[in-house]
């Protein structure tokens, strides 16, 4: 849990700091992000291949596989847990998020 937090926390600063250099509102985090970070990297870009990279990736695509995760169409035991807990406006700005991000 301790590890969670400092993940937050690490990444709320990550995407202030992107945020500001991008000088864009497009690329700024949506809160929600924060809980994505550890896996799929601050920015979208995931450091680790069984996580897959959201940078660059199609709004409409990630909107889609958030709702199937969260209807249970989808289903992957890492994953349900937090498309559970997204409302339609948390993955409607996650998916404008990753989708403006540059992939790596
Ligand atoms: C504990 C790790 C973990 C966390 C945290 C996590 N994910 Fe994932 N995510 C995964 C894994 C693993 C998959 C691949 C699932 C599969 O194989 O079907 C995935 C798949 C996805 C996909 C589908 C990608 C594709 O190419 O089809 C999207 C979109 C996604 N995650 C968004 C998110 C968002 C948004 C959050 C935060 C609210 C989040 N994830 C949090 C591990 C995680």
Redesign the pocket.
């Known amino acids: 849990m301790k590890k969670l937090f400092i993940a937050s926390i690490t990444a709320t600063l990550l995407f202030s700091a992107s945020a500001y250099s991008a000088g864009s509102t497009h690329s700024t985090a949506p809160a ?9 990297g601050a920015d979208g870009n ?1 450091v680790v291949p ?5 940078a660059g ?1 199609h709004a409409a ?3 889609k ?2 709702k199937d ?1 969260r209807e249970g169409y ?3 035991a ?2 349900a847990p ?2 559970k ?2 409302t339609d406006e ?2 409607k700005e ?2 404008a998020f ?1 989708a403006s991000q540059p992939a790596k």
């Open positions: 929600s992000a924060a809980a994505c970070a550890g896996c799929h995931s069984n996580f897959p990279n959201l990736q695509y990630i909107e596989q958030l995760f989808r289903k992957d890492t994953m937090f498309a807990s997204l948390n993955i996650l998916g990753y």
